[in-house]
């Protein structure tokens, strides 16, 4: 029987043996993939336990920050945000049970501070226990105080802010706001309000027609190709026969032969419709996408929260260069042009920065629990739309726009202005409640002119006002708090 | 060095075990460090002592390290138990206490072991019995669909705990009586060697046994367990292979067919393959496992570190279920990694390995048989618990051998163990004498 009891016993090291590679596979090689999954809760449990590092604004305002609860093993973390609505977006909220959004999210390793498996094991050996990293943001508390009272007196849009050179985000407001602090007692009211949509961030998932404000990229498209320079003449009749249906000024006023300055600062339709013909599609497409259009914006926020700009189709496709598309319509902003106000902001930063378009970035420093930066943001190129020449001629026809054109109520006094209004037609909007005098107001530009600091658009939807009317002051006074904060 | 002064060396570190173990579940809850670590020590260490003192006089020569070994188990069990909740910890204590007392009274009586060859059916008949006992109204117990605990006023325990020893002890002695005309009365039908049916008879009773526990008791667990160890033992005592194969086909057959008609044996199988259908119902308890192992990674959180409630639930939710019982292995991963949980399966493996050295010292076939089904059913039990808590196999309501929280699995595996240690004292006694070293002769009475 000897025999057979030494088989046994190899048998049973064989089994012990399967034991031992199951563990290994749970605990080592598919652990990774475990933690992701929807059904395993200790992930968000333990990061429940770490002191999630706080998140600030450029001055040092609090924006978020973890409050200890209970006591020894009981002991957790809780998000609380002093300011309430004030930063709701773009920070978003993050809570055990209602998991995380935006900022938050998109950060979250930085702010729950994750390390190594050796830096968890020297952790162990010293007693240390893992804390998470401050952030500071680019965002300028008053300015973005300023825009989100400003929305909340106009109706619901965004406003976004970027310094030109750095694309550093100082101000992304979208109202309606909501506050991160009551997400975890009324997450199923914010998440089905659908008229409202707090917890839906208009300024980089709101689509609307950018109306009006493309035609500086139809300018932009006109100059970069060759095919205008600021002194061509394009005819410019009250009405023009496009495929079938007329395109008409406001009006119908008959501007006859007049060059870019003259047919910007009166956003004149015929004019722009006939440039983007003369521009053709594949030039016209370049440029946009060079704009950031037809592409995830690059701003730290999580893919799934930030929309593409763009041309979409029946279905809702995004098109392409290829695919036909009405390019006169296209070129003053129409043809199921849809862009994000986020989008609109990183076209005036370009040409506030000669041409070069910079990464558009929330985050600005992370800081280590001793203090110590451990992370700085290093401003990037995300394309150069346009030479500093074009950028340059662009910007003196926006000058124009706002001096003397339809954009006259974002003028600050003692500062030049560029910028761009639009206002979109939408009537029967559903998101309006289907009236028929709705229009989506936008406001686009940049100042100082001649140095500028802050690239802002502006943009209010359902409203019946024009875009000089409701989202120039808009623009005024956040780029007023922006340049006086300096 | 003789066998009790090893016993005795191996026990030290033992105790040192379960004292740096409870310091540092203190100095997790407490962030300081009073001497309590050491009293609990030099508790843990006394009894030791005593029942080493206890083997010295009664078996001189049974084997020195399967004590120490369940000693290490039982301790690095106390302290997770007392990591989950330090009044079970207090009852699992006692338990030790119990289970160390039937394991004395079991060496002090059953010297001559051979008697429970006499009563083999009494006893197999016993066992069979109280394992029904959970269906009897009044004292049986359901826990998650299967019938596994009695409890008659203040006393509950699990029968099947005692029924495998009573199992074992029964196919030891009567396979050591037939193992000869099973083997020289097999035929060979179509090139499968087929045992002979007429001392087939008990055989297949204890394949129906299994069967009737999983539909009955529907404890799928215990009848894995049972019906491996009874083909370990078959496969010992005849070396036919054969019988082996045979027997897993009936298994499975039967396994089969009542996992297709019975629901809860259905239901087990189905958590089992996807766990992911329902998880925070039905596959609840193996997803916590798994993740919690995840948790663990190589080295694992440490003592005392791994969340086992939700924070913040009044009453504390558990986020890993049983973890004092089934899925206390899960637990081990999640706070000393997978280095950890190797280390456990090897005391395993070590244990596993000395109950079968003794059954090669062993000289007379019951002995043999007695000393492999021990060994065998403790090594599957632990397989059982630990492959369905690592979802080799269908997660089932079976206890980790010495360190699972509960009294019946602590005292029945100490007389388990007892059993060996006699077998053991004789083996190595015997296997001494022949050596003749001077003057050992004599001195046997």
Redesign the interface.
């Known amino acids: 029987m000897n025999r057979q009891i030494v088989k046994l016993f190899a048998f049973i090291v064989v089994l012990f043996g399967v034991l031992v590679g199951f563990t290994s596979y749970w605990s080592v090689f598919d652990a990774e993939a475990l933690k992701e999954k929807n059904a395993n809760k200790r992930p968000l449990l333990e990061q429940q336990q770490i002191p999630r590092g706080r998140i600030l604004a450029a001055d040092g305002t609090v924006i978020a920050k973890s409050v200890p609860k209970g006591k020894g093993a009981e002991k957790r973390y809780v998000r609380r945000y002093p300011e309430g609505a004030l930063f709701g977006h773009p920070i978003g909220y993050s809570f055990v049970q209602f998991g995380d959004s935006e900022f938050e999210q998109f950060h979250n390793e930085e702010l729950v501070g994750e390390e190594s498996e050796f830096g968890s094991i020297l952790d162990e050996l010293t007693g240390g226990t893992q804390e998470g990293n401050d952030i500071v943001t680019n965002i300028d508390a008053e300015a973005q105080r300023v825009a989100l009272a400003d929305l909340e007196a106009s109706g619901f849009g965004a406003v976004v802010a970027i310094v030109p050179q750095t694309g550093e985000v100082k101000v992304m407001a979208s109202n309606a706001p909501y506050n991160p602090n009551r997400v975890p007692y009324k997450f199923s009211k914010l998440s089905t309000n659908d008229i409202e949509r707090p917890l839906y961030d208009r300024a980089t998932q709101g689509q609307y027609p950018p109306g009006s404000t493309f035609k500086v990229v139809t300018a932009a498209a006109g100059l970069e190709s060759g095919t205008i320079t600021p002194e061509t003449t394009i005819n410019a009749p009250g009405t023009l026969e496009v495929e079938g249906t007329p395109l008409q000024n406001d009006f119908n006023e008959d501007f006859g032969p007049i060059a870019l300055d003259t047919a910007l600062t009166n956003s004149v339709n015929t004019w722009f419709g006939q440039l983007a013909q003369q521009v053709g599609e594949d030039e016209l497409f370049e440029t946009m996408e060079k704009f950031g259009f037809n592409a995830t914006p690059g701003i730290d926020l999580p893919s799934d929260q930030v929309e593409t700009s763009g041309v979409f189709g029946e279905q809702g496709e995004l098109l392409h260069r290829n695919d036909p598309v009405d390019l006169a319509r296209l070129g003053i902003g129409q043809e199921r042009l849809l862009a994000t106000p986020l989008q609109i902001a990183e076209v005036a930063a370009a040409i506030a920065n000669g041409g070069k378009l910079m990464k558009p970035q929330i985050w600005k420093r992370v800081i280590d629990p001793d203090g110590r930066v451990v992370d700085r943001l290093d401003p990037s190129v995300y394309s150069e739309p346009v030479s500093a020449e074009t950028a340059e001629q662009l910007t003196t026809a926006m000058e124009g726009v706002v001096s003397e054109g339809t954009g006259t109520n974002a003028a600050i006094s003692g500062i030049a202005v560029a910028g761009k209004t639009g206002t979109a037609e939408t009537p029967g909007n559903k998101a309006c409640g289907g009236g028929v005098d709705e229009n989506q107001a936008w406001f686009m530009g940049f100042a100082p002119a001649d140095d500028p600091q802050i690239a802002i658009a502006a943009s209010v939807e359902c409203t019946e006002q024009f875009g000089n009317d409701v989202a120039a002051p808009i623009f005024r006074d956040v780029a007023e708090t922006i340049l006086n904060g300096e | 060095m003789t066998a009790r002064n090893r016993e005795l060396f191996a026990l030290v570190p033992v105790a040192l075990l379960l004292t740096a173990g409870f310091a540092a579940v203190f100095a997790q809850?407490s962030a300081q460090l009073g001497n309590l670590s050491l009293i609990y020590g030099a508790y843990f260490l006394a009894i030791c002592l005593a029942t080493h003192i206890f083997l010295r006089v009664r078996l001189p020569n049974a084997d020195p390290y399967l004590f120490p070994l369940m000693a290490t188990l039982t301790a690095f069990g106390l302290v997770m138990i007392y990591r989950i909740d330090e009044t079970l910890a207090r009852d699992q204590a006692n338990w030790f206490v119990l289970g160390l007392v039937l394991f004395a009274v079991t060496i002090y009586f059953l010297r001559d072991y051979e008697v429970l060859e006499r009563y083999r059916y009494t006893i197999a008949v016993v066992g069979l019995l109280v394992l029904l006992a959970p269906r009897v109204p009044g004292i049986g117990q359901q826990v998650n669909g299967a019938y596994l605990g009695v409890k008659i006023g203040p006393l509950a325990f699990q029968p099947a705990e005692f029924t495998k020893l009573a199992i074992v002890v029964f196919l030891a002695s009567y396979l050591r009586e037939h193992r000869e005309v099973l083997i020289v009365g097999a035929r060979r039908v179509l090139g499968v060697t087929l045992p002979p049916l007429k001392h087939f008879g008990p055989m297949l009773v204890v394949w129906g046994a299994s069967m009737f526990m999983l539909v009955f008791i529907r404890d799928l667990g215990s009848s894995l367990m049972f019906f491996a160890a009874f083909l370990?033992l078959l496969?010992?005592?005849t070396?036919r292979f054969s019988f082996v194969v045979i027997g897993m086909a009936m298994f499975l057959v039967g396994a089969w067919f009542f996992a297709s008609t019975v629901p809860h044996v259905h239901d087990r199988v189905e958590i089992w393959l996807h766990p992911?259908n329902s998880?925070?119902e039905t596959?609840y308890q193996i997803?916590q496992s798994?993740?919690?192992?995840?948790?663990?990674?190589?080295?694992g959180k440490?003592f005392g570190q791994a969340?086992i409630?939700?924070?913040?639930t009044h009453p504390p939710a558990r986020?890993l279920p049983a973890a004092e019982t089934d899925t206390i292995y899960a637990l081990i991963?999640n706070e000393v990694?997978?280095f950890g949980?190797?280390g456990v399966?090897l005391v395993?493996?070590l244990a596993?390995?000395r109950g079968?050295k003794i059954?090669?010292l062993a000289s007379d076939?019951f002995s043999?048989?007695l000393a492999?089904g021990l060994t065998?059913v403790f090594?599957?039990q632990a397989?059982v618990i630990?492959?369905g808590v690592?979802?080799?196999i269908p997660l089932t309501g079976v206890t980790l051998p010495f360190i699972s929280y509960g009294g019946s699995s602590i005292v029945a595996n100490f007389v388990l163990l007892a059993l060996l240690l006699l077998v053991s004292d004789r083996a190595r006694r015997e296997a001494a004498e022949p050596a003749g070293r001077p003057g050992t002769l004599g001195m046997v009475p």
């Open positions: 809850e370990a496969y010992v005592a070396g992911y998880p925070e596959g997803l798994i993740f919690a192992q995840a948790d663990g990674g190589l080295f440490g969340l409630t939700i924070p913040g986020l991963v990694g997978l949980a190797c399966i395993y493996l596993t390995a079968f059954a090669l076939g043999k048989l492999t065998a090594a599957i397989f630990i492959g690592t979802r080799v």
